[in-house]
């Protein structure tokens, strides 16, 4: 078990053991001691003791009352500037709150500051930030690692106890390789689970919110508090939400879990073929019945979301053209060398490189060889899924190819850096939700992610396995 | 080569993106090695398949149709780098 946990702490607040404002000064100093690894964007102590006194004022119960929880910095908030890690909204401040952080704040718990990730949420190892890099904090000496990405700030701010849980979202795997990266749980559940309201658009298909957090038990209560409908996300769901950590039952006994032979990749490291044997035969001890599954368009699922993910993100970063927030460029001669002057100074290279080929994608004459064509092979990946789910509970394969790469190892060619999402990526399209759970290390002793997927809105189900799995590493 | 200097400019004007002769050198490289990446799908029969857009299996609720007054413009128009007289302001448009 980590350090800190999240259950441990409430009972802790609870029995008066610590006081709210003792347990944040003591997470305000870590914060501080910290500052190097460049996990948040924004952070003020000052807002931090503001939100202690008014809780300490506060004689209502709350169900996270207290406890300091780290915002991604793609979550609109009212007390905190909001920037995507772009210049563009560099000096954005929401006058409204997102529906997830909304949710956070009505539980009681403390936004200890914004993190870090790659602009607009595009990338893999938070190095496209305009604000810098997140080092991994499992980085050795004069070795920094990346901390994955796109959420690679919530992930480090966990994993270097910075908070006890963190938001982040998910597209394409920004949350779950980012967990897997820094040895923390990531969940990115069901697509419609969360709304998406307030959160900057990247590819409304397939953005969603989700937890990070030190455990899974910890990731059961957070992610209930954040589920849930809204009327103002068009594909949020009116499902119920379940309390997921009461219903938590590491007792596996009877299940079928489904390991899709597509998984097996030429060139993935021996280490993590180990993890995931290891992970298999942990579950077949505990009376999982195995069974070998195919998901036969896996291998096309990365070419259809590079086509999906930056078509959808033209289209949704066309609102950023310096008239209604963030940058504008003083070269303004004209209207339309204002958009194209901001654009091409607000922007960094990564989501350039993504509008443009966005842009083609859909432009006319292209359209039905590559976007739609991608949205079918889209549904053929999700079929799979389907046909799969019949005959299995849930799903269990790796989370990345790798461990925690050096810093910009991976910066020059754009589809080697792709190829980082190549297991989580299928289920993303798919809509279905996936967690990330710390399982094994690699030869240089950093942590390697274990990915459970289950079926749609079947959050309890992978919890349970990913609980189980835990208890059984621990 | 799908992608040439004239595409690139094209694309790049559609997309209110400036770009200097560096980087459309650069974009040309990486658009192009992207597409020939993705040209893979072509190998998938996708006949008679409908095209996926939203995986949601819930169903999606209609909202009510009744106004709301959720905004006001002194809001809306916080964040504005420039505006005038309760409008966002940009460069003169007629000569």
């Known amino acids: 078990m980590s350090k800190s946990s999240l259950k441990q702490t409430l009972k802790d607040l609870d029995t008066k053991k610590i006081s709210i404002r003792e347990l944040n000064q003591d997470y305000l100093k870590r914060i501080k001691e910290n500052k190097n690894l460049n996990v948040f964007i924004h952070f003020s102590e000052e807002n931090v003791l503001k939100q202690i006194d008014n809780l300490e004022n506060d004689n209502s119960a709350k169900k996270l009352k207290g406890i300091p929880i780290a915002i991604k910095d793609l979550f609109c908030t009212k007390s905190m500037p909001t920037t995507a890690a772009s210049k563009i909204l560099e000096n954005f401040n929401p006058t409204y709150e997102s529906f997830v952080t909304q949710k956070l704040l009505d539980e009681g718990s403390i936004f200890v500051g914004k993190t870090n990730l790659d602009e607009f949420a595009m990338g893999s190892a938070t190095n496209t930030s305009f604000f810098g890099n997140t080092i991994n904090p499992l980085s050795k000496e004069n070795e920094p690692l990346a901390p994955g990405g796109s959420s690679g700030g919530s992930a480090a701010a966990v994993a270097a106890d910075l908070c006890l849980g963190a938001t982040g979202t998910d597209t394409g795997g920004s949350i779950r390789q980012p967990a897997s990266f820094c040895g923390v749980v990531g969940i990115k559940p069901t697509y419609g689970l969360c709304s998406r309201w307030g959160i900057a658009a990247f590819a409304s298909s397939l953005d969603q919110a989700g937890i990070f957090s030190h455990n899974v038990e910890d990731a059961s209560i957070l992610l209930q508090s954040i589920a849930g409908f809204d009327q103002r996300d068009s594909t949020s769901a009116k499902v119920d939400i379940p309390n997921y950590f009461e219903n938590l039952d590491d007792d596996l006994n009877g299940k079928t879990v489904g390991i899709p032979k597509e998984y097996s990749i030429d060139g993935t490291p021996m280490e993590i073929s180990q993890i995931w044997e290891d992970a298999i035969k942990v579950l077949e001890k505990k009376g999982v019945k195995i069974k070998n599954i195919s998901l036969p368009h896996t291998k096309y699922a990365l070419p259809t979301y590079y086509i999906i993910a930056p078509a959808e993100a033209s289209s949704n970063l066309a609102r950023y053209d310096g008239v209604k927030y963030g940058f504008r460029s003083d070269e303004i001669d004209s209207l339309d060398e204002m958009y194209e002057n901001t654009r091409a100074q607000g922007f960094g290279r990564e989501v350039k490189r993504r509008i443009l080929i966005g842009t083609y994608v859909l432009s006319a004459g292209y359209y039905d060889a590559y976007y739609l064509k991608a949205q079918k092979v889209r549904k053929l990946i999700a079929d799979d899924f389907n046909r799969a789910f019949n005959e299995c509970d849930f799903i269990v394969t790796p989370t990345a190819p790798s461990a925690a790469f050096p810093l910009n190892e991976k910066q020059n060619d754009p589809i080697k850096m792709y190829l980082n999402d190549v297991f989580t990526v299928p289920a993303s399209l798919a809509g279905l939700p996936g967690i990330s759970i710390p399982f094994g290390k690699d030869k240089n002793n950093l942590p390697l992610g274990i990915q459970i997927l289950g079926k749609h809105f079947d959050e309890q189900q992978v919890f349970n396995a990913a609980v189980s799995l835990e208890r059984s590493y621990e | ?95």
């Open chain 2, 1 to 95: 080569m799908k992608i040439n200097k004239n595409t690139i400019n094209k694309i790049a004007r559609l997309s209110r993106i400036k770009l200097d002769d560096k980087e459309s050198e650069d974009y040309i490289k990486d658009l192009n090695s992207i597409l020939d990446w993705v040209e893979q799908l072509n190998e998938v029969n996708t006949e008679n398949v409908e095209p996926l857009s939203n995986i949601s299996s819930s169903i999606l609720p209609k909202r009510e149709d009744v106004s709301n007054d959720t905004n006001s413009s002194e809001e809306i128009l916080e964040n504005a780098p420039d505006k005038l007289e309760g409008f966002f302001a940009v460069p003169k448009v007629v000569e």
